[in-house]
């Protein structure tokens, strides 16, 4: 199985903060990454695919960068709507799309 | 417009079996992998397996494997997930969406809106 590990597991940030989300793969995954917010009693809606594009209407504040090994997320000036829970997901093994263990994004 | 439509909330007891589906419309429904995805109370997202509702082949996560049954009916649009004999551990909410592929990946750009499983004696 290929792990998906995210970092911070959680962080507190103020509107108009610009925050960053890194995810990184055990193995080389190309660019086979999505991320995802979810908000709670929400699923999971899609934001960023093939590492960094991004999903028709997803505001472009949000944009994904990397490859292989070593991925990030990055919302430039964050906005009251965008607290949620933040996920990425590796689709280069077709045997497990593994997800990461999640970001939660909180409001300082 | 592309929809996802889960079946509702069940409560169950350990050891009683169960099916929930995942209706789609909007699409093709027979061009496009479903997956579904199990969210713990509390927890993150956790990917259990896909079908391809064309041929009904699946794929399972080493974790689920053996644990549940992924079937679709394409007469119907309705993919499923099933279990035979519940345990505690099966409460979740379970989500189902749609596989999208292009050069360079896979992603769930459409999500059923869930079904919650609750498992108590």
Redesign the interface.
């Known amino acids: 199985?290929i792990q998906m590990t995210q970092s911070p597991s959680s962080l507190s940030a103020s509107v108009g903060d610009r925050v960053t989300i890194t995810c990184r793969a055990s193995q080389s995954i190309?660019?086979?990454?999505?991320w995802?917010q979810?908000k709670p009693g929400k699923?999971?809606?899609?934001l960023i695919?093939?590492?960094s594009s991004l999903?028709s209407g997803v505001p472009p504040r949000f944009s994904g960068s990397g490859s292989g090994t070593d991925f990030t997320l990055t919302i430039s000036s964050l906005q009251p709507e965008d607290f949620a829970t933040y996920?990425c997901?590796q689709?280069?093994s077709?045997?497990?799309?593994?997800?990461?263990?999640?970001t939660k994004v909180e409001i300082k | 417009e592309v929809q996802l439509v889960q079946s509702g909330a069940e409560v169950k007891k350990p050891g009683d079996s169960l099916k929930i589906s995942c209706k789609g419309s909007g699409y093709n429904f027979t061009s496009y992998w479903i997956?579904w995805?199990r969210q713990m109370p509390g927890k993150?997202?956790?990917?259990m397996g896909?079908i391809y509702p064309g041929d009904s082949e699946s794929?399972y996560?080493?974790?689920f494997q053996g644990q549940v049954t992924i079937s679709a009916d394409k007469s119907i649009s309705t993919a499923y997930l099933q279990w035979s004999s519940l345990k505690a551990s099966d409460t979740a909410m379970y989500?189902c969406?749609r596989r999208?592929m292009?050069r360079?990946?896979?992603?769930?750009?459409y999500?059923?809106?869930?079904t919650l499983v609750t498992v108590s004696s």
């Open positions: 199985d190309s660019n086979y990454l999505s995802y979810q699923a999971p809606k899609l695919y093939t590492a999903q996920y997901q689709s280069y077709t045997l497990s799309f593994t997800f990461g263990g999640g | 997956g995805v993150g997202l956790e990917w896909v794929r996560s080493p974790s989500y969406a999208h292009v360079g990946g896979a992603f769930y750009d999500w059923g809106q869930g």
